[in-house]
């Protein structure tokens, strides 16, 4: 396995919770990084991508954070002052450039969030 995501849980508006994305080897390989989600009925859609500091979907400007640590190879997402519809299942994703034009393109198995209002 080489993306495991974990942290999803129960949560009562307003709460907070932090998502983990630990990845097997140097985390650093992968020059794009994400968090995504997909609520019932719904297209998975971008949350956060670690690209230029920090990318996010409006919906979640100022609530959520998406950081990386190489001391223990974890994409984190930090979600503050969650509201029910932020209720989905999250993935992690990364993507690197391997040679020509391919790309390795790794999903994590989701994680579900649950915001109860």
């Known amino acids: 396995v080489q993306l495991q995501a974990s942290g999803g849980g129960l949560v009562q508006a307003g709460g907070s919770l932090r998502l983990s994305c630990a990845v097997s080897?140097?985390?650093?390989?992968?020059?794009?990084m994400a968090w995504y989600r997909q609520a019932p009925g719904k297209p998975r859609e971008l949350v956060a991508s670690?690209?230029?500091?920090?990318t996010y979907a409006d919906s979640v400007k100022g609530r959520f954070s998406i950081s990386r640590d190489s001391t223990d190879n974890t994409l984190y997402l930090q979600m503050n002052s969650l509201k029910p519809e932020d209720t989905a299942v999250y993935y992690c994703?990364?993507?690197?450039?391997?040679?020509?034009?391919?790309?390795?393109?790794?999903w994590g198995q989701g994680t579900l969030v649950t915001v109860s209002s």
């Open positions: 994703n990364a993507q690197r450039h391997l040679k020509g034009w391919q790309r390795e393109d790794l």
């Open positions: 080897g140097n985390i650093f390989r992968f020059d794009y």
């Open positions: 670690i690209a230029a500091g920090g």
